[in-house]
């Protein structure tokens, strides 16, 4: 792709970020549609984190997304948050507004619910059932303030940390009751969701016995690496619906890709492959 001297400019910002595969989607997009423009990756150390931030605007970036570790940081330097992005606690997007001023959202709960619909509509009835969420780190609140905003009657949490799930539960809201691991109760349920690391390449197994969750439960692993866990291997096998994780991170992305580059993206199935390819 050839930049003219007006390409608008979009990145993400994180430390490390050479693992990121958003430079890979947000390229892929622009190159599709023909679009003067270019997504870098911006590793930037913590402690550089809020100078490189207020330069984006200075340095004419339409906007960047933020990962780990600058997520919580973001939120208090952007001069405006949007009330989803405060309640989860994270902001991932950066939209530069024409004053100057930046806007922090969060579109991880955009992006695990567009996920989720598009692989299995709502009209299937799952989400009138109660919902098992696993974890209750960075992605669990913005998968379970998606969950309660669909108007999930009851949300069933359960995670290593008790305390940490009781937090979540206080701040985010929602029909939430907290659970234990020994003590989880998958019976009756529309949905069960993975946010743990557990089953991602290179972390512990889940260990999880299914076998009082009803087969047309939809089971959905936020982990898309490896692409099918063996969550979503086990569920399969016994009949269950399943959605893997990796287009939560293309669903999240079309936001961000949108209000930067003023066009609509496509989440198709040769992206998919395309992201996954190194
Ligand atoms: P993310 O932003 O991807 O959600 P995170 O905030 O680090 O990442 O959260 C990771 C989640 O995986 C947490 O729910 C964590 O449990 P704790 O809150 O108790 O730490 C869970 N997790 C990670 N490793 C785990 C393990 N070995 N056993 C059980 N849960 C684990």
Do not use: C
Request: charged content about 20%; overall charge neutral; cysteine-free.
């Amino acid at each position: 792709m050839i930049l003219s001297g007006k390409a608008k400019l979009a990145g993400v910002l994180g430390w490390p970020v050479g693992h990121s595969r958003s430079p890979r989607l947000h390229g892929y997009w622009l190159e599709r549609l023909g679009i003067d423009g270019a997504y870098v990756p911006l590793p930037v150390r913590p402690e550089d984190f809020a100078s490189v931030f207020r330069a984006l605007p200075k340095m004419g970036f339409a906007g960047a997304n933020v990962t780990v570790p600058h997520k919580e940081q973001a939120l208090i330097l952007a001069d405006e948050v949007e009330p989803l992005a405060k309640r989860i606690g994270a902001v991932n997007t950066l939209v530069v507004r024409e004053d100057g001023s930046i806007l922090g959202l969060n579109t991880d709960a955009f992006g695990f619910m567009q996920n989720l619909l598009e692989t299995h509509p709502a009209s299937l009835g799952y989400l009138n059932r109660p919902a098992v969420v696993l974890g209750a780190g960075g992605a669990a609140r913005a998968v379970i303030a998606a969950l309660a905003d669909a108007g999930v009657p009851e949300i069933r949490l359960v995670n290593r940390s008790l305390e940490r799930a009781e937090k979540l539960a206080a701040e985010i809201g929602g029909p939430i009751r907290v659970q234990q691991w020994d003590r989880l109760d998958l019976a009756g349920a529309g949905l069960l969701v993975n946010t743990t690391s557990l089953g991602m390449t290179g972390q512990p197994p889940l260990d999880l016995d299914l076998s009082a969750l009803p087969q047309d439960a939809v089971v959905n692993d936020i982990v898309y690496a490896p692409r099918v866990t063996d969550l979503l291997l086990r569920a399969q096998a016994r009949g269950n619906p399943v959605v893997d994780g990796l287009g939560m991170l293309l669903w999240q992305a079309v936001r961000g890709f949108s209000l930067w580059f003023g066009q609509q993206p496509e989440v198709t199935a040769d992206l998919r492959d395309f992201v996954l390819k190194s």
